[in-house]
Nanobody, 122 residues
Framework: QVQLVESGGGSVQAGGSLRLSCAAYGYTTDCMAWFRQSPGKQREGVASIRSDGITSYGEFVKGRFSLSRDNGGKTAYLQMNSLKSEDTAMYYC??????????????????WGQGTQVSVSQ
């Protein structure tokens, strides 16, 4: 049974940093990605990482967020720096073996974590 477990969310002031973790159990990871959703807004892709470590990022996080993998590729880390109030959202980890490893298409992912809340105050 595949399970994704996120951790690392919390509350910070604008300009601060957080690191989210996503640990995969019962799954040989290939592509892992992060998505986020705020109340009243559509879910949006944040970043994705292939098994070879190649990453891609949404325009709104480029230069601020960094995605990496460790533990034999079973854990993904999203380092978030220079956080803004608009980054406030529930962040979800996803994993699968999609045709294209991308944050642009949430529909490609079968496995999702429970989410971790990130709150950024002014």
């Amino acid at each position: 049974q595949v399970q994704l477990v996120e951790s690392g969310g919390g509350s910070v002031q604008a300009g601060g940093s957080l690191r989210l973790s996503c640990a995969a159990y019962g799954y040989t990871t290939d592509c892992m990605a992060w998505f986020r959703q705020s109340p009243g807004k559509q879910r949006e892709g944040v970043a994705s990482i292939r098994s070879d470590g190649i990453t891609s990022y949404g325009e709104f996080v480029k230069g601020r967020f960094s995605l990496s993998r460790d533990n034999g590729g079973k854990t993904a880390y999203l380092q978030m720096n220079s956080l803004k109030s608009e980054d406030t959202a529930m962040y979800y980890c996803a994993a699968d073996r999609p045709f294209s490893c991308t944050y642009r298409d949430a529909g490609q992912y079968s496995y999702w974590g429970q989410g971790t809340q990130v709150s950024v105050s002014q």
